[in-house]
């Protein structure tokens, strides 16, 4: 994450336009995912290869202000 402001991006478009780049398999949840992880203290741990680590309930308490 940037502390500049200088250049933003959507980042849901940005997901959609690179849908089918690998990489950005479930990127929204497990981005949600590190984020929750963050917030509540827990070591990180590296990429889980897609075990999703919290449930749709919890992961949809992080809510990405302005996208």
């Known amino acids: ?39 509540l203290g827990r070591e990180y741990e590296g990429d889980m290869y897609g075990d999703l680590e919290f449930m749709d309930d919890e992961r949809n308490t992080v809510q990405i202000a302005g996208e």
């Not at 402001?5 to 089918?20: A, G, K, M, T």
């Not at 929204?28 to 984020?35: E, Q, R, S």
């Open 1 to 39: 994450m940037s502390n500049s402001r200088n250049n933003p991006v959507s980042l849901y478009p940005f997901v959609r336009e690179n849908q089918d780049n690998p990489a950005f398999k479930a990127f929204i949840p497990k981005l949600k995912d590190h984020i929750l992880g963050c917030l």
